[in-house]
């Protein structure tokens, strides 16, 4: 039961990619939203506020940002033992990594073009596009290099890279089926045989479940 992990920047298409190779393949999707909902019931609170900002100093040491941190990496390791899931973002490459059963894909477009697809989205100015997807930028790379101490954008952690600007959305798609039908049989390490906590499984398997009654 495979597991795929799909990290992007902004503007690369990369959700949209995510969420139809998802539905085509019949798998689950799990994105910040699933993976907080999981945490709040498990009681943790502050991922968005943690994730989503420049942390000051101090709070890298806060034994709460640590926690949480410990409970999101949780989390995403409940999701992938369940298999045949795919996981956006959260640094779900950096968990999974070099596990049998999982295929790590990066999404990335020319700065140009995703800062002219970021205007036409949100009807502004192309300078305005740049400077969000800089900031964007620097906050996905803060964030994997404070936690996981690796680099979010450096190719060589994924075992596959597109580019959306050369790929259509089906041709991505079809590019990460076919890395996931070359998956080994098996492997010293999988996403399967990971120990999860009982009740954080269950958490993970009720609120996928009123995603999917909602769907």
Do not use: C
């Not at 409940?78 to 490459?93: D, E, K, S, T, Y």
């Not at 060589?156 to 580019?163: R, Y």
């Amino acid at each position: 039961m495979p597991v795929i992990t799909v990290s992007r920047q902004l503007g690369s298409h990369g959700a949209r990619i995510a969420r139809q190779l998802a539905a085509e393949l019949g798998f689950d999707f799990v994105d910040k939203s699933t993976i907080n909902k999981v945490i709040r019931q498990y009681g943790v609170t502050r991922l968005d506020v943690l994730h989503d900002h420049k942390p000051k100093i101090w709070e890298l040491f806060n034994a709460d940002s640590a926690t949480t941190i410990e409970m999101m990496n949780q989390t995403i390791a409940a999701f992938a033992a369940r298999g045949n899931v795919v996981i956006l973002g959260r640094g779900g490459f950096r968990v999974l990594q070099d596990m049998a059963d999982v295929v790590n894909v990066f999404i990335k477009a020319p700065d140009a073009v995703r800062a002219r697809r970021i205007a036409k989205r949100n009807s502004i100015a192309p300078g305005e596009a740049a400077e969000l997807i800089k900031a964007d930028d620097e906050l996905r790379a803060r964030f994997v290099r404070l936690f996981y101490n690796a680099g979010w954008a450096d190719e060589s952690g994924f075992d596959l890279v597109i580019d959306s600007e050369a790929s259509s959305d089906a041709e991505a798609i079809a590019q990460i089926r076919t890395a996931v039908a070359a998956l080994p049989a098996d492997g010293a390490r999988s996403a399967s045989a990971l120990e999860v906590d009982p009740v954080l499984a269950r958490t993970a398997a009720t609120v996928l479940a009123r995603k999917a009654s909602k769907a």
